[in-house]
């Protein structure tokens, strides 16, 4: 099976940053690739679709790239209601694979 | 408005069953794959089953195959998941995801509250 990993697995940056979080697949998946947001209690939220359309409603400082195996989600301008953990997801074959996550806080 | 709402979870002994469901309201329900993912207490998601907006095509994580059964029924707008043989490592909180296209090779755009499964004697 496709594995997919992320790092950082946490990261602390300050208010109005630039943070990057990388989401890597073992084998390549094409723009098979989802990101979500899932805030402390809350049920996680599609954020990016397709490696890099934005879903409707996001915030536009959120940003996807990538293709093959290596994927990128940017944060532009951290702001405090982006603190939560984001997880990356392969759908292009079961099974559909989310990686570990990467904790993202306000430093 | 897009709603999925989870029932059927709670204690179990292992080796025991439990049918949770997902009631859908809001889109046109046999016309999107639909997902299971869970979420053990304080750990991140993890896919279990998708099922196409049809039903004809089902997958399942490695770790729930032969013990886990997805169904929809297209008339009542519900999503299933028939747990059999239930372990302590299936102890979650059960979402059902919709996905944004009638295959599963989709992401899941809108997400249900989830129902917590713990399977403990």
């Known amino acids: 099976d496709i594995q997919m990993t992320q790092s950082p697995s946490s990261l602390s940056a300050s208010v109005g940053d630039r943070v990057t979080i990388t989401c890597r697949a073992s084998?390549?998946?094409?723009?098979?690739l989802a990101w979500y947001q899932q805030k402390p209690g809350t049920v996680p939220k599609l954020l990016i679709y397709?490696?890099?359309t934005l879903q409707s409603g996001v915030p536009s400082r959120f940003s996807g790239s990538g293709s093959g195996t290596d994927f990128t989600l940017t944060i532009n301008s951290l702001q405090p209601e982006d603190v939560a953990t984001y997880y990356c997801?392969?759908?292009?074959?079961?099974?559909?694979?989310f990686g570990p996550g990467t904790k993202v806080d306000i430093k | 408005e897009v709603q999925l709402v989870e029932s059927g979870g709670g204690l179990v002994q292992p080796g025991g069953s439990l049918r949770v469901s997902c009631a859908a309201s809001?889109?046109?329900?046999?016309?999107?794959?639909m997902n299971w993912v869970r979420q053990a207490p304080g750990k991140g998601l993890e896919w279990v089953s998708s099922?196409?907006?049809?039903?004809?095509?089902?997958y399942y994580a490695d770790s729930v195959k032969g013990r886990f059964t997805i169904s929809r029924d297209n008339s009542k707008n519900t999503l299933y998941l028939q747990m059999n043989s239930l372990r302590a490592e299936d102890t979650a909180l059960y979402y059902c995801?919709?996905?944004?296209?009638?295959?599963?090779?989709?992401?899941?755009?809108?997400w249900g509250q989830g129902t917590l499964v713990t399977v403990s004697s």
């Open positions: 809001g889109f046109a329900f046999s016309s999107y794959a």
């Open positions: 099922i196409s907006g049809s039903g004809d095509y089902t």
């Open positions: 997801q392969r759908y292009n074959s079961a099974p559909h694979t």
């Open positions: 397709a490696a890099s």
């Open positions: 084998q390549g998946i094409s723009n098979y």
């Open positions: 995801a919709k996905l944004r296209s009638e295959i599963a090779a989709a992401a899941a755009n809108y």
